[in-house]
């Protein structure tokens, strides 16, 4: 079995061959994995109306069990922006009535954004419908072979986590 990246490999095995070519038959396939992913992630989310930067927040909600709420502080850990860009995201999807805030019971200054109940039916149809596209973009691995290459992923990512 062959693909674009074994043609691109030999080109420029053709061209360069004083160089190790082995990081790029694993990189250039994963970016171009990343690209298909990142369509079925944005095909997902557009049929349940929301945007992946609104899935992302909600995801982090949802995920936080009931009754879905979370600090601003939290969320930004949660979802790897600034607090300017996570202001900007609570009241746009507040808006929407996706989210609202409440005043936080321990902390007579904080807030805490909790889901509504629409907020909760879109992340929950929008995941739904992402691990529908996930799971046909691993139809050709079994599940076995799923696992490993969930494992090997790990390991290549533990290093930039924290």
Known sequence: MRDEVDELIEAW???RNDLDLGPVSVFSRISRLAHHVDRARRDAFTTHDIESWEFDVLAALRRAGEPYELSPGRLLRETLVTSGTMTNRVDRLATRGLVERHPDPSDRRGVLVRLTPEGKD??????AALLDAERELLTGLSESDQADLAGLLR???VPFAG
């Open 13 to 15: 095995a053709r061209e």
């Open 122 to 127: 879109a992340v929950d149809g929008a995941f």
């Open 155 to 157: 390991r290549l990512l």
